[in-house]
């Protein structure tokens, strides 16, 4: 399958600061690409998709200065928590998904690939 | 966002024995749906996918089946393995768009 990598896989910071993760598509150029939030022992919360070229979107409820997302091209796309508190510690995840004609991973539709993860622990 | 939700939490199965995990999803307008399996720490693997215009697609030894009158999505894993053990979790979009919802996931343990 495709290849979305994550970096920092892990990463401890103190409170009030801000932490940039990384989203980058390896083999295939996306678009849109998507971050999620988890919660131990609980499913993948959608917190915004993230447009190349233009502003993101952010599902309900999440806060766009809190969490800000930059799509600088069509490979990577950057997460940054911004004045990071303890309550923002969570694993936190992008997803890519090819370009309209480029799905050729034996998905029907333009599938979506996800990066390891990211754990963010605030102290 | 939609909402997609699974009837169990946790399923335990015998190594060898077929598994079927279960996921009900309430936005009639999804048309594509993924199985994911994520194993402890990392991010969702895919395993298999199925569009709206399908009841059952099969692939090694795991098959989806799609029923949308009751808006229903399945999962069957053919006998199970000790590999298989993870969290599995149903996602939902509506064509053209690359949005998923995730239902609240099935913990699947292969006891050996």
């Known amino acids: 399958g495709a290849v979305v990598s994550q970096h920092p896989s892990r990463v401890i910071c103190k409170s009030g600061t801000s932490v940039k993760i990384e989203c980058r598509s390896l083999?295939?150029?996306?678009?849109?690409m998507f971050w999620y939030r988890q919660f131990p022992k609980q499913s993948l919360m959608l917190m915004a998709t993230s447009n190349e070229g233009s502003k993101a979107t952010y599902e309900q409820g999440v806060e766009k200065d809190k969490f800000l997302i930059n799509h600088a091209s069509l490979t990577l796309s950057t997460l940054t928590v911004t004045s990071a508190h303890p309550e923002d510690s969570s694993f936190y995840i992008c997803s890519a998904s090819p370009s309209p004609g480029q799905s050729r991973f034996g998905g029907m539709n333009t599938e979506a690939f996800f990066g390891q993860g990211t754990r963010l622990t605030v102290v | 966002g939609e909402s997609v939700g699974l009837h169990l939490p946790t399923l335990s199965v015998q190594e060898g024995d077929n598994s079927i995990i279960n996921c009900a999803y309430s936005n009639s307008a999804s048309d594509y749906f993924i199985w994911y399996k994520q194993e402890s720490g990392k991010g969702p693997q895919f395993i298999i996918d199925?569009?709206?215009?399908?009841d059952k697609r099969q692939g090694q030894r795991v098959t989806v089946l799609l029923n949308k009158t009751v808006k229903h999505l399945s999962l069957q894993i053919a006998a199970t393995q000790p590999g298989d053990s993870a969290v599995y979790f149903c996602a939902e979009n509506q064509y053209n768009f690359n949005k998923f919802y995730f239902g609240s996931g099935t913990k699947l343990n292969v006891k050996p």
């Open positions: 083999d295939f150029q996306a678009t849109t």
């Open positions: 199925i569009r709206s215009n399908m």
